[in-house]
């Protein structure tokens, strides 16, 4: 294969030696952190669930027992991971607070889970965290960064910026294969596909939770008669076309920007009829997306096939 066919190669192992930004890790770090400090350190869902199991049984299994993660246990999960978020997000200890903050989301998520049965954020958020504890995210908008420029003179040592690049490639890959399996999972077993293809599931839900809906508070009523059957099953088509596309970003980044339009376009229509929960968490895993060029630490790739042919050998100053 000639250069020019070479470079033109950009799938996601291609990218995985491809020059990175130490600002775009640093800016999913801080996206991450504010997504988890808002929406799981600070709500009061273990409340909740801590007023339901009094009467009822786990509906899961857990290696973990049920009676050991009482309510005082996940309460104070869920301070030590605010204050390690709140940490992770200005980048002060970032090591030890990430791991922290990864622990008491998992535990309280799987607290959360076993008794109700939802997963949305520990879905998305888990592998996401366990990457960044591996990952060297506080290399620049950090108090971390900061303290290491005012002590040593080694603070602007090179380092190969591949190691700011694989982080953002598995973590993007995780959150596209997330969406690919929901779309194998409505296409098998066949009677389920077929069974989805009717649009009665999402008729059912829509129906359901008409007074829950966005639409049903803007419009005062249903936004069509939801009694016709083939809306819901054009909605139904668009779904599954949607979720399994999310495998294109792993074969090419040129259409990055659509793929995730459109998973924010299905998230925004599922909440307008009922279901909240995963726009905030699609719109905050938004900046895996973005092109570490951008960022201004990262040298561009040549032309508009955005490939890196500096090779491993790569290596640029870390950002302040």
Same mark, same amino acid.
């Given at each position: 294969m000639n250069g020019m066919g070479a470079s033109r190669r950009d799938g996601f192992f291609d990218r995985l030696h491809w020059s990175g930004s130490a600002r775009h890790l640093a800016l999913i770090r801080i996206v991450v952190g504010l997504h988890l400090l808002q929406w799981v350190f600070r709500s009061d869902y273990l409340t909740y669930v801590d007023e339901m199991s009094a009467g009822s049984a786990p509906l899961y299994w857990s290696v973990i027992p049920a009676s050991w993660m009482t309510a005082s246990v996940a309460q104070t999960l869920q301070w030590i991971g605010f204050l390690a978020c709140t940490l992770m997000i200005i980048g002060l200890c970032t090591r030890v607070v990430t791991v922290l903050t990864t622990v008491s989301f998992l535990l309280t998520n799987h607290f959360y889970y076993i008794y109700t049965g939802n997963h949305d +954020?520990? @879905?998305?958020?888990?592998?996401? #965290? @366990?990457?960044? /504890?591996?990952?060297?995210?506080?290399?620049?908008?950090?108090?971390?960064?900061?303290?290491?420029?005012? !002590?040593?003179?080694?603070?602007?040592? /090179?380092?190969?910026?591949? $190691?700011? !690049?694989?982080?953002?490639? %598995? $973590? $993007?890959?995780?959150? /596209? =294969?997330?969406?690919?399996?929901?779309?194998?999972?409505? #296409?098998?077993?066949?009677?389920?596909?077929?069974?989805?293809?009717?649009?009665?599931?999402?008729?059912? %839900?829509?129906?359901?939770? #008409? =007074? +829950?809906?966005?639409?049903?508070?803007?419009?005062?009523?249903? #936004?069509? +008669?939801?009694? =016709?059957?083939w809306p819901f099953v054009l909605m139904a088509i668009v779904s599954v076309v949607v979720e399994l596309s999310a495998l294109i970003p792993l074969i090419t980044s040129r259409w990055n920007a659509a793929v995730f339009a459109a998973v924010m376009a299905l998230h925004i229509g599922i909440y307008s009829v009922g279901v909240p929960g995963f726009p905030q968490i699609a719109l905050a895993c938004g900046c895996l997306f973005l092109r570490p060029e951008w960022f201004g630490d990262c040298r561009p790739h040549l032309g508009s096939v955005a490939h890196d042919q500096r090779g491993p050998t790569d290596r640029l100053p870390l950002a302040a």
């Open positions: +954020d520990w @879905l998305y958020f888990n592998f996401i #965290l @366990l990457t960044l /504890c591996c990952a060297r995210c506080a290399d620049a908008w950090s108090l971390d960064a900061w303290w290491r420029s005012t !002590r040593s003179s080694a603070a602007g040592t /090179c380092h190969n910026s591949q $190691m700011y !690049r694989w982080p953002v490639e %598995v $973590m $993007m890959a995780w959150f /596209c =294969l997330l969406y690919v399996e929901a779309g194998i999972a409505k #296409l098998f077993p066949l009677e389920h596909g077929m069974a989805w293809f009717t649009g009665g599931t999402i008729q059912s %839900v829509a129906i359901t939770r #008409l =007074l +829950d809906s966005p639409i049903y508070w803007w419009f005062g009523r249903a #936004l069509f +008669d939801y009694r =016709l059957q």
